[in-house]
């Protein structure tokens, strides 16, 4: 029998005719007669059963190829989002980071030194003054030095010159050196990160589908995690007394029976299907948060619960004509 069916839970009285289907009910295994709380105005819309499901479920799959080194995790073990999962073989990408940290560190040092911009710029100081005073000499005096001297003279301040702009252009160069060895390190610290499986939510380990020392590949599921931390109870309404657009973004009611008794829950009605089915009824969606109870919760996907949904009362988000949230 399921944790709705508590032998606590007490029954309203009720006249013959109301109490034949209860009866009935109560005869079937695994059936409970669930009472919905009674409407407290008008506007309240009543459903006695409402099947709680899970929001949150993933199939956690590898990211990168290699071996399975590590699974901390056993089946029933609760983990934070970001709590490790299962640790993939780094052993390359760590390397690769490593070699990309060292090219780095060599390029930003070529980067912040100026020595050559430095030198060359004086060195082509120097040429310059050498090959002004030849000038001068010859002007003063023709012929004091040869022209071929001084043509000399001259090629070798402009090639001070382009020495002075090949060292700034080689100083450019050297910062771009580093920032494509940040990259690169960047990109290893990627694989290495996704080398570490990580739960995408707050959850539950219900499945383990690897071992460690296994191959794997990307994509390949290693286990599943469902999170119960928020939970739906789905049901339906005939749409001949109720529309959509009088149920979604409503707040809701949600009372279950437990062991221990009946619990409440506030919740919303986060969905409600503008598809009529062959019955006349259309689908509509409550999410509840749940509640921790000790070192377990209090409701579980497979609980039956009654739903009292507050039609009379404002949305809690904004809605289109259809129903539907925007």
């Given at each position: 029998?399921?944790?709705?069916?508590?032998?606590?839970?007490?029954?309203?009285?009720?006249?013959?005719?109301?109490?034949?289907?209860?009866?009935?009910?109560?005869?079937?295994?695994?059936?409970?007669?669930?009472?919905?709380?009674?409407?407290?105005?008008?506007?309240?819309?009543?459903?006695?059963?409402?099947?709680?499901?899970?929001?949150?479920?993933?199939?956690?799959?590898?990211?990168?190829?290699g071996v399975l080194r590590k699974i901390p995790v056993e089946r029933g073990k609760y983990v934070p989002?970001?709590?490790?999962?299962?640790?993939?073989?780094?052993?390359?990408?760590?390397?690769?980071?490593?070699?990309?940290?060292?090219?780095?560190?060599?390029?930003?040092?070529?980067?912040?030194?100026?020595?050559?911009?430095?030198?060359?710029?004086?060195?082509?100081?120097?040429?310059?003054?050498?090959?002004?005073?030849?000038?001068?000499?010859?002007?003063?005096?023709?012929?004091?030095?040869?022209?071929?001297?001084?043509?000399?003279?001259?090629?070798?301040?402009?090639?001070?010159?382009?020495?002075?702009?090949?060292?700034?252009?080689?100083?450019?160069?050297?910062?771009?050196?580093?920032?494509?060895?940040?990259?690169?390190?960047?990109?290893?610290?990627?694989?290495?990160?996704?080398?570490?499986?990580?739960?995408?939510?707050?959850?539950?380990?219900?499945?383990?589908?690897?071992?460690?020392?296994?191959?794997?590949?990307?994509?390949?599921?290693?286990?599943?995690?469902?999170?119960?931390?928020?939970?739906?109870?789905?049901?339906?309404?005939?749409?001949?007394?109720?529309?959509p657009s009088m149920v979604v973004g409503k707040p809701a009611t949600v009372v279950a029976t437990i062991?221990?008794?009946?619990?409440?829950?506030?919740?919303?009605?986060?969905?409600?299907?503008?598809?009529?089915?062959?019955?006349?009824?259309?689908?509509?969606?409550?999410?509840?948060?749940?509640?921790?109870?000790?070192?377990?919760?209090?409701?579980?996907?497979?609980?039956?619960?009654?739903?009292?949904?507050?039609?009379s009362q404002p949305s809690s988000m904004r809605t289109n004509f259809t129903g539907v949230q925007n």
């Amino acid at each position: 029998m399921k944790r709705g069916a508590s032998q606590n839970t007490r029954l309203q009285p009720m006249s013959k005719l109301n109490a034949i289907p209860v009866v009935f009910a109560l005869l079937i295994p695994g059936v409970v007669a669930a009472q919905a709380p009674a409407p407290t105005s008008p506007g309240d819309i009543s459903v006695p059963r409402c099947l709680v499901t899970l929001i949150d479920e993933v199939n956690v799959p590898a990211q990168e190829t290699g071996v399975l080194r590590k699974i901390p995790v056993e089946r029933g073990k609760y983990v934070p989002m970001g709590g490790l999962l299962a640790q993939i073989d780094d052993s390359v990408p760590s390397k690769q980071h490593e070699i990309a940290s060292r090219k780095l560190d060599k390029a930003t040092e070529q980067a912040t030194n100026d020595v050559d911009i430095k030198y060359a710029a004086k060195a082509a100081e120097v040429s310059q003054a050498e090959y002004d005073m030849m000038r001068a000499a010859n002007e003063g005096v023709k012929g004091t030095v040869a022209p071929i001297t001084i043509r000399k003279a001259k090629l070798q301040w402009e090639k001070a010159i382009l020495q002075a702009e090949q060292a700034d252009m080689n100083f450019k160069v050297a910062g771009l050196t580093a920032k494509e060895a940040k990259a690169e390190m960047e990109a290893a610290q990627i694989v290495i990160d996704r080398c570490q499986i990580t739960s995408p939510i707050d959850g539950i380990v219900v499945q383990k589908y690897r071992h460690e020392g296994e191959w794997v590949r990307p994509g390949d599921p290693l286990m599943r995690v469902v999170g119960l931390k928020r939970l739906k109870l789905d049901g339906s309404l005939s749409s001949d007394k109720y529309s959509p657009s009088m149920v979604v973004g409503k707040p809701a009611t949600v009372v279950a029976t437990i062991p221990t008794g009946q619990v409440k829950f506030e919740g919303t009605v986060v969905f409600a299907s503008p598809e009529i089915d062959s019955n006349g009824n259309f689908d509509f969606t409550v999410e509840v948060q749940n509640r921790p109870d000790g070192d377990t919760w209090i409701l579980f996907p497979g609980d039956v619960a009654s739903v009292t949904i507050h039609a009379s009362q404002p949305s809690s988000m904004r809605t289109n004509f259809t129903g539907v949230q925007n």
